[in-house]
């Protein structure tokens, strides 16, 4: 990783627990480097591991892993410099068109997103866009459902990163397509928000284009000794800033090439 460990397991496993009873009991919580200053993003990564395990002890299956913080819009709004990964696993999975209840979440937030299906493996530290495109079955439009679990949604990248790049729920939709038959770095996108346009920019936002965000992905997968296998379900990265929403609010992202994809917010 890009900096070192200086938790201990025990301070891991504490962190662990506290990040998942935010997540599950959805309360806000202190962002962690407050009790811990010298936190890597390595701790961090560390923390997200062992929620990863722990969620998967569980029952929960991974489906794939996304990409944040990949748009300067993003690291802007954030105040940070560099990207960073979660996992999402199948219950965070939301169908098109749902009713997504905001009881279980903080500060629930939306943000249009391009998502890859692998069709192979990636693994390895010299990962490229074109690796990535490669290996890819198709593309499809997505809303990533993001959820701070911090107080005021302020954190820092170490903090972000364990707490899984604020994954919360996921919807894919529109049509699936090849992502030869596409140009990915110019397809705009605009989201409504009760019918009002909130938000609108282009893919080319995510990194230049959405298949480098896969890339850093899996490169940064490489460095914890994981590789991206075949089947994976991969969000590469919020085109626009992120959209608060709240019950009531109905969301539909407008992907050009792509279709829509809607849904609605409740209790």
């Given amino acids: 990783m890009s900096s070192n460990?200086?938790?201990?397991?025990?301070?891991?496993?504490?962190?662990?627990?506290?990040?998942?009873?935010?997540?599950?009991?959805?309360?806000?919580?202190?962002k962690l480097t407050n009790e811990y200053p010298q936190m890597t993003i390595a701790d961090g990564y560390a923390v997200q591991n062992e929620l990863r395990r722990r969620f998967v002890a569980q029952g929960h299956k991974q489906v794939g892993w996304k990409a944040?913080?990949?748009?300067?819009?993003?690291?802007?709004?954030?105040?940070?410099?560099?990207?960073?990964?979660?996992?999402?696993?199948?219950?965070m999975?939301?169908?098109?068109?749902?009713?997504?209840s905001t009881s279980d979440l903080v500060h629930p937030r939306v943000e249009c997103e391009v998502a890859f299906v692998m069709k192979s493996d990636l693994q390895g530290t010299g990962?490229?866009?074109?690796?990535?495109?490669?290996?890819?079955?198709?593309?499809?439009?997505?809303?990533?459902?993001?959820?701070?679990?911090?107080?005021?949604?302020?954190?820092?990248?170490?903090?972000?990163?364990?707490?899984?790049?604020?994954?919360?729920?996921f919807v894919g939709g529109g049509r699936a397509r090849y992502a030869e038959d596409l140009d990915l770095k110019t397809l705009g996108v605009v989201m409504e928000k009760n019918g009002e346009i909130v938000a609108m920019g282009a893919s080319a936002a995510?990194?230049?284009?959405?298949?480098?965000?896969?890339?850093?992905?899996?490169n940064i997968l490489a460095e914890m000794g994981e590789i991206l296998p075949a089947g994976?379900?991969?969000?590469?990265?919020?085109?626009?800033?992120?959209?608060?929403?709240?019950?009531?609010d109905s969301i539909v992202a407008?992907?050009?090439?792509?279709g829509s994809v809607s849904m609605r917010f409740v209790e």
Avoid: W
């Fill in 5 to 30: 460990l200086t938790l201990s397991r025990e301070d891991i496993v504490r962190l662990c627990e506290r990040v998942e009873g935010a997540q599950t009991r959805a309360c806000a919580i202190p």
């Fill in 68 to 91: 944040g913080l990949t748009s300067k819009a993003k690291m802007q709004q954030m105040g940070v410099s560099v990207p960073s990964i979660g996992f999402l696993t199948d219950r």
């Fill in 93 to 100: 999975a939301r169908p098109e068109n749902s009713a997504i």
């Fill in 127 to 169: 990962c490229t866009a074109a690796d990535v495109l490669a290996a890819t079955d198709y593309v499809l439009p997505a809303v990533e459902i993001i959820d701070s679990r911090f107080s005021g949604f302020k954190f820092d990248l170490a903090s972000v990163i364990a707490d899984n790049g604020s994954s919360a729920r």
């Fill in 206 to 218: 995510v990194m230049g284009h959405p298949a480098e965000a896969i890339a850093m992905l899996v």
């Fill in 232 to 248: 994976s379900f991969v969000m590469s990265g919020g085109i626009t800033e992120a959209i608060a929403v709240k019950p009531g």
């Fill in 254 to 258: 407008r992907f050009q090439e792509l």
